[in-house]
Each structure stands twice: as structure tokens, then as C-alpha cells.
């Protein structure tokens, strides 16, 4: 089924231990269609300034991305973000951001991509999410990702999100402060009580844990990488290969969506080896299910 993502389109500087990438392609929408598109065809609505730099239909050729909904503005610049990690990599610091496009209107969507039945709006401003579900007609499942800039900057936009959507998918910190509650079974409770009917959330190198509101819930650690070069995107590649599982399916029951985060854990095992899109650019399908396979086997007994 067809699959849909909104988020942002940037300029990443990013320095881990292993070094520094700078002015790099990045995004959550990018690193979430890169992700996706290994499972099924993806339609990225996003916009960017003048000054981007990036050709993105050499960045996505052969991938099976629909770049219709790619606006770029001739006034306007593109979103840019600098991060740095610490030594364990564990904990990341926003240095600089410069909102640009994610302060103005949202792109529209393409009128043909209306009909999309599997939606994620990954992390931008929750008005532009907001303003962007509004226009697709009748969508099957919704998802979305927001974090600690958004829930700070505009709760009351947040807590409208969560009511129109079907899955969160946040990590644990994003967690705790929106929730405002430590302990993660509890966060995840009060979250399914603000709308939402399923959250999941993302604890880095100790995996995640998917809830619903019928009380269904899933662990899974993470894939035991043996290389990190740089985290960045791990979370929107975990969401495009969770999203991208389904649309390709077509199914949303716990089942499904139990494999569906195997395959988001694995897709971002394979972002984090390198910068940028490099780690998924150097594999394919195979190596997917290689690890989706691996991991099945670690986690039974
Ligand atoms: P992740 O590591 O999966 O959380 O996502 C990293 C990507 O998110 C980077 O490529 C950034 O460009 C992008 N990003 C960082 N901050 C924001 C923000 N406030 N809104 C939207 N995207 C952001």
C-alpha cells in the first residue's frame, strides 16, 4: 500500500568520536524514505531552499522515491542542524539549528498523493504535521515522531498531534518529558491515554518497547552492532523500516506490527555504521533480512 512521509529535509554537521561530516545530507524525512524505500515505494513531501546543495534524484535513483511532493523555494533556506555526541555516543547535543523552511507554511501534497494509506510524520514542527494529515483523505494508519525541541517549543500542538494519529514513535527521554513521568511503562500509559493507540519507544542501544492501549505490550533489544560511527537518523531509519514493513504488508495488527519494529531495529543497525546515508546506501534487501533473521535467533529461547 502506498506510504507517505512529511518531515524535514537538511543540512547536517554532525561530530561523534569517529569524526566529523559536515554540511551533509540529512533530514528525518531523507534518512525515513532512504529506510523505507528497501520494503516498499515511498512518497516524500518536504521542502527546501535555494541553497540546498543535494541533487535528490541522484541521492534516491533506483530506490523507488516519488519526489513530487519535494518543494524547493527560491526565497527561503533549507533547514540545517548541528549535533555532536559524547564518548559512549549515548547522549546527543543540538549545537545550532536554524529553522528556515520549518518556520514557513508546509509543502503542499501532490494531489495524486491523497489517497496515501500509510502516513508518517516524521520530526518537524507539529503545526506543519498537523497541517499536512489534514491533507490526505482517508488514511489507514498514521504515525509520528516529535522530540524534546517540539514538546518544549509547542506542547499544545503535540497533544493535538497524538489525538489524530494512530502510533508514536519517540525515544525514551522524548518520553519522559512529554509524558512527565521516569518510569517507561507508566510514560507509555499516560501517552496512550492522550490519544494515540500505540507508542513506541526507542532506548538506543537497549532497544525499544511498543505499547497499545488494549495493553498488548513488545521488547526488543537492539541488533548487536559491532560498528557506531554516528547515530544520527538512527530513529527515522528505525521508523522507515518499521513503515515501510507494514505499508508493504498492508497489515496493522500487534503481529505485524511486532515484526515491523525487528525490521526498524535492523534497518537502523545498518545508519549508524557510517555517516549520513552511507550506511544504507552500501546495503541492500538481503543484508536486511540477513539481520532480520539474526536478531529473531538472539531473541528466541
Ligand atoms: P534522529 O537521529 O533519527 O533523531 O534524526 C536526525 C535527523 O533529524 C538529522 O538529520 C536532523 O537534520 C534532523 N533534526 C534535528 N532536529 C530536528 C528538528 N527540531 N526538527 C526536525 N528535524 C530535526
Known amino acids: ?6 518531515g524535514s529535509i537538511a543540512i547536517d554537521t554532525v561530530k561523534t568520536p569517529h569524526g566529523i561530516s559536515e554540511n551533509c545530507i540529512g533530514g528525518s524525512a531523507v534518512y525515513f524514505s532512504m529506510a523505507a524505500s528497501f520494503f516498499c515505494p515511498v512518497r516524500l513531501v518536504g521542502a527546501v531552499g535555494a541553497d540546498c546543495p543535494f541533487d535528490f534524484a541522484k541521492v534516491f535513483a533506483g530506490r523507488n522515491v516519488d519526489l513530487t511532493g519535494l518543494e524547493v523555494r527560491e526565497n527561503s533556506k533549507t533547514f540545517r542542524w548541528v549535533g555532536s555526541y559524547a564518548e559512549n555516543m549515548d547522549s546527543r547535543t543540538t549545537d545550532y539549528i536554524e529553522l528556515n523552511v520549518l518556520a ?24 506543519l504535521q498537523l497541517k499536512l494529515l489534514n491533507q490526505i483523505d482517508k488514511p489507514v494508519f ?14 499544545e500542538d503535540v497533544k493535538t498531534l497524538l489525538k489524530k494519529i494512530n502510533c508514536l514513535v519517540i525515544n525514551e527521554d522524548e518520553a519522559r518529558l512529554l ?18 493507540d500505540v507508542v513506541i519507544i526507542k532506548k538506543g542501544e537497549s532497544g525499544s518497547v ?3 492501549a488494549e495493553g498488548d505490550k513488545f521488547i526488543l533489544p537492539a541488533y548487536p552492532a559491532a560498528e ?6 538512527a530513529g527515522d531509519s528505525f521508523a522507515g523500516g518499521f513503515m515501510g514493513y ?3 504488508t498492508g497489515k496493522t495488527e500487534f503481529a505485524s506490527l511486532k515484526a515491523a519494529v525487528a525490521y526498524g531495529t535492523v534497518v537502523a543497525s545498518f545508519t549508524i555504521a557510517d555517516f549520513s546515508l ?23 529461547f
Open 104 to 127: 514557513e507554511e508546509p509543502p503542499a501534497v501532490p494531489v495524486k498523493f491523497s489517497d496515501s494509506k500509510f502516513v508518517f510524520l516524521a520530526n518537524t514542527a507539529p503545526n
Open 246 to 248: 507494514l505499508a508493504q
Open 179 to 196: 509524558a512527565k513521568e521516569h518510569d517507561l511503562i507508566k510514560a507509555a500509559e499516560k501517552i496512550l491515554d492522550m490519544g494515540t
Open 142 to 155: 498514521v504515525a509520528a515522531d516529535t522530540m524534546d525541541f517540539w514538546i518544549e517549543g509547542q506542547p
Open 278 to 300: 552511507n550506511g544504507l546506501i552500501a546495503i541492500d534487501k538481503t543484508d536486511i533480512d540477513d539481520r532480520f533473521e539474526t536478531l529473531r535467533k538472539c531473541t528466541s
Open 210 to 212: 511498543m505499547c497499545n
Open 1 to 6: 500500500m502506498s506510504l507517505l512521509v512529511t
Open 228 to 233: 557506531v560511527r554516528d547515530p544520527t537518523g
